[in-house]
C-alpha cells in the first residue's frame, strides 16, 4: 500500500495555514477548557482525555480566518471556533461509539476506554456544552447556522448506518451523505466566521466551506484505501471493514464485471471481514480505476472552492484559506 498523498503533491503544512490565526486559536483551547468544566469528577477525567486526543483545529481556523478576512477581530469568534470544534469533537465520540472503534488518531477511543455508553453521554455533554455558550453568546445567527449543521450531521450519521448495499449505492447517494456529515459543519464555520459581513459575503463564504468540506471528506475516503495504520491513526481499510460505502467503490462499480461484483456483494454480508477480504476489495476498486476518479472528483470540489475566494481582499487570511483547500485534498492523514 503506497502513503503518498492522495493527489500526489506535498501538502500544505498546517502551521502554515494557521500563522496568521495562530493567537487566536490557543485563546480557542482555552475557550475550550472553560466550556466544557465540571465538577463532577467523571466527566472531568474524560474530558481531560478528550483535550489529549483533539484534532489538528481545522475548523476553528476556517472560522479565525474568515473572520479576519475584511474586519477587525470579532470578539465572538474565538468562543464560537470553540464551539465549532466541540461540536465536532461530540460528532467524533458519537461517530466511534456507534462504529465500535477502538482507535482514533492512533490512541484508544472513549468507547474503548470506558463503555459505550460513557461515549455517548460525553458526547450529549459536549453537545450541551456548545449549546449553553451559544446561549450565552447571543447570537441567533451563529445558533441558526449550527442548528442546521448539527441536524445534517445526524441525519447524515442514519443514512450511513442504513447504506450498507454497496451495489445499490449510488454517488448521489455518497454526495448527499459527506453534505451532511463533513460539508455542513465546514459550512456553518465559515458562515459563523462571516458573520460580520452581508449576507452576500456570509453565503459565499458558506459556499467555499462547502465545497471544502467535501474535497476534504473525498480526501479522507481515499486515504482509507491508500494509507497505512502509522500514518492514519487508523488500521488501513477502517471503512470497508466496518462496510462503509465510500466514492472510490462507487466510481469503480460500473467497471466492474460480474465476478467482481460479486467479490463486492458477497463483501459488504461478512461481519467480521478478515485483512485479505479487505485487500481484495481495495484491488479490485484500484484496478477498476476508483482512486483516480475519487482523485478526480476531490480535485473538482477543490477548485470551486479555490474559484470561491476570488476577488476577496490579499492578505495572509486569503493566502491561509488557499492552503486550506490544498492541505485539504493533499494531507496524508
Not at 144 to 158: D, F, I, P, T, V
Amino acid at each position: 500500500m503506497t502513503n503518498q498523498p492522495v493527489l500526489g503533491k506535498a501538502p500544505p503544512l498546517l502551521s502554515e495555514i494557521q500563522a496568521p490565526v495562530a493567537d487566536r486559536l490557543t485563546q480557542v483551547l482555552d475557550e475550550i477548557r472553560r466550556i466544557v468544566l465540571s465538577d463532577f469528577d467523571m466527566i472531568e477525567e474524560v474530558n481531560e482525555y478528550l483535550l489529549l486526543m483533539r484534532g489538528k483545529l481545522f475548523r476553528p481556523t476556517l472560522l479565525l480566518l474568515v473572520d479576519s478576512l475584511h474586519q477587525d477581530a470579532s470578539e465572538e469568534a474565538v468562543p464560537l471556533a470553540a464551539v465549532v470544534e466541540l461540536v465536532h469533537l461530540a460528532t467524533l465520540v458519537h461517530d466511534d461509539a456507534v462504529d465500535h472503534s477502538v482507535l482514533r488518531r492512533g490512541l484508544p477511543t472513549v468507547n474503548s476506554l470506558w463503555s459505550h455508553q460513557v461515549a455517548i453521554i460525553m458526547g450529549d455533554y459536549l453537545y450541551s456544552r456548545s449549546v449553553m455558550e451559544l446561549a450565552r453568546i447571543g447570537n441567533m445567527d451563529a445558533v441558526r447556522a449550527l442548528a442546521r449543521a448539527s441536524n445534517a450531521m445526524s441525519q447524515g450519521e442514519m443514512r450511513q448506518l442504513v447504506s450498507y448495499d454497496a451495489l445499490g449505492f449510488s454517488e448521489a447517494d455518497y454526495y448527499q451523505l459527506i453534505a451532511s456529515k463533513t460539508a455542513s459543519l465546514m459550512q456553518a464555520a465559515c458562515e459563523m466566521g462571516a458573520l460580520g459581513g452581508s449576507d452576500e459575503h456570509r453565503e459565499r463564504m458558506g459556499r467555499f466551506g462547502h465545497d471544502l468540506g467535501m474535497a476534504f471528506q473525498i480526501a479522507d475516503d481515499l486515504l482509507d484505501y491508500t494509507g497505512t495504520e502509522e500514518v492514519t491513526g487508523k488500521p488501513t481499510g477502517h471503512d470497508l471493514r466496518e462496510r462503509k460505502v465510500t466514492l472510490p467503490l462507487v466510481g469503480a462499480l460500473h467497471r466492474l464485471s460480474g465476478t467482481e461484483r460479486d467479490a463486492v456483494r458477497r463483501f459488504f454480508t461478512r461481519v467480521d471481514p478478515s485483512d485479505d477480504e479487505i485487500e481484495e476489495i481495495v484491488e479490485i476498486v484500484r484496478a477498476a480505476g476508483g482512486l483516480e476518479y475519487a482523485h478526480e472528483r476531490a480535485s473538482h470540489y477543490a477548485e470551486r472552492a479555490r474559484l470561491g475566494l476570488e476577488g476577496l481582499e490579499e492578505g495572509p487570511s486569503l493566502e491561509g484559506l488557499r492552503a486550506a483547500v490544498g492541505y485539504a485534498v493533499d494531507r496524508r492523514r
